[in-house]
T-cell receptor, first 112, second 114 residues
């Protein structure tokens, strides 16, 4: 089964609002986590990453939070814009694995 | 600079034929990965190269799938005797050195087996 998953297949938000996309992982040996954005017809695009020795990391308009106690990862997008519309995947790496393990993705829809 | 490139972008083949998919990683990137992505799903790991050495092929579904990277740069994923269930998007990614460096993905090859 999936070791990384997302709680919601679709998230609809108003333009300008903040978006929060959640992810649960089950492999406690994972020590590196990444959020990717995938627009229609394109490959996954790196957004932000976080290592297990951190619980928060900020980028430009994005913040990733890691809660190792409950094995939960979230991506916060501030002031959501139409260009943020995409499928968002969380991915994990660790436990000796060489390849990323991806979840199923959340489709973020921006309402005007 | 140029990102990861893949060719062909689309490949339609008949069941039983062999196909070869090519990946050209970002220049200077030591690590190269192949993934397969089904519609509506996240990419699924197939295999990993460090320079020319195939370090991990645990994700290859069966022995019809093979990959090589003979000179430590361009890689080819070969599927022999294709089956309809092999239809998917095949994606390549590369990272600078280690597996924990950021993996940058290419546009993918859409394989359709009739």
């Amino acid at each position: 089964g999936e070791s990384v998953g997302l709680h919601l297949p679709t998230l609809s938000v108003q333009e300008g609002d903040n978006s929060i996309i959640n992810c649960a992982y089950s492999n406690s040996a994972s020590d590196y986590f990444i959020w990717y954005k995938q627009e229609s017809g394109k490959g996954p695009q790196f957004i932000i990453d976080i290592r297990s020795n951190m619980d928060k990391r900020q980028g430009q308009r994005v913040t990733v939070l890691l809660n190792k106690t409950v094995k939960h990862l979230s991506l916060q997008i501030a002031a959501t814009q139409p260009g943020d519309s995409a499928v968002y995947f969380c991915a994990e790496l660790g436990g000796g694995a060489d390849g990323l393990t991806f979840g199923k993705g959340t489709h973020l829809i921006i309402q005007p | 600079g140029a990102g990861v490139s893949q060719s062909p972008r689309y490949k339609v083949t008949k069941r039983g034929q062999d196909v070869a998919l090519r990946c050209d990683p970002i220049s200077g990137h030591v690590s190269l990965y192949w993934y397969r992505q089904a519609l509506g799903q996240g990419p699924e790991f197939l295999t990993y190269f460090n320079y020319e050495a195939q370090q991990d092929k645990s994700g290859l579904p069966n022995d019809r799938f093979s990959a090589e990277r003979p000179e430590g740069s361009i890689s080819t994923l070969t599927i022999q005797r294709t089956e309809q269930r092999d239809s998917a998007m095949y994606r390549c990614a590369s990272s600078l050195e280690r597996t924990q460096d950021t993996q940058y993905f290419g546009p993918g090859t859409r394989l359709t087996v009739l």
